[in-house]
């Protein structure tokens, strides 16, 4: 158990930064191998972004659900800056999924 | 501060009345100076503000905010801008205006400068003018914003900051360094996209010799190539005005 554990098992404030780290490092590490796969053309980019967007929708319906609506409604703010600021790397020449037949 | 070419594309024949203006409204202004610190919110969103404000030094920004935790810094003020000129007509603000790094500001009690308004044209031109000019780069940054890559945008603002700062004289005319404070999360909160991609694209260009921003300051190494970057997204006056993308920029 970590020292910052309160008596009662809530978490307590070192324990809370310690997760809250670990949750920006793998926002920021997702956010940048996206940006690897699209920049080598490995994932196009619709289908990145659109990923996002289902997680965007996911989120939002955990709101709906008041699911931790607070904590869900900001997720979903990250994860729409995350899907702008990806769509805006596609404008110069990324790759995009083949048109359909 | 007075020059011409801060006018960008005025008609002639009111070129007269905008310098006069401005002289006048220095005149008005003398001696209301403030210091203000970073960080400092000027304007809060949704509330009345008395008063019109010119930067004289420093920076500052009008910002709107989301409880979601999504900010969008939608326009930046450099030295030698009215703001908030908006106080005069309307009785709410909508945004934030916050101040960016340590600035010296001037400011007028809207009732005194809407009667210097109506009594003297001068006056009004230049106020009115400043409102045009927002828009003019509003226009632009909304395209950019709709239409533009992350790098393009990332590139015009550099270019943007570099134009308008030469032409107030905060920097020399063919500067090509400049102090820059916005955070990377800001500059993030700005373009339109994250912290993250803002990195990569200043990796990007620091790699290739185009420009570095760093420790608050901005180093243009290759003011062509930057050019050539943000060229889909600057306007005509732009193009071709040297203070912004030099003059080998102008034939791009």
Known sequence: ??????????????????????????????????????????????VLVDAVETAIEAKKSQVKDRAHPQIAAVAAGVLAQVGNSLAAAGHDGAYRAPEGP | MADPLRFAHHRPELERSLLDGERKL???????EQELPAGKTLIRSGTDHEFVYRLISGWACRVRALSDGRDQLIL??????LFAVKSMFMSCHFDNVRVLADSVVQRIHQHDLHRAFVADADIANRCIWQVVEEERRLHSWVFGLGQGSAEERLALLLIDFRGRLALSDTIGRDALTYRMPLT?????????????????????????????????EVAIMNLEELTRRAYPLLDAYERKTPEYVGLKGQSS
Not at chain 1, 14 to 42: F, N, P, T
């Open chain 2, 184 to 216: 990377q999360a800001q500059l993030a909160d700005h373009l339109g996209i994250t912290p993250v991609h803002v990195n990569r694209i200043l990796k990007t260009f620091r790699e290739n010799g185009i420009a570095s921003v760093r420790d608050g």
């Open chain 2, 76 to 81: 930046v003020f450099l030295p030698g801008e």
């Open chain 2, 26 to 32: 220095r005149e008005l202004l003398q001696g209301s």
């Open chain 1, 1 to 46: 158990m970590s020292e910052s554990r309160q008596e009662d098992g809530a978490l307590g404030s070192d324990e809370i930064r310690l997760h809250l780290a670990y949750a920006e490092a793998s926002i920021m590490l997702l956010e940048c191998l996206m940006l690897v796969l699209i920049e080598r053309k490995i994932v196009p980019l619709d």
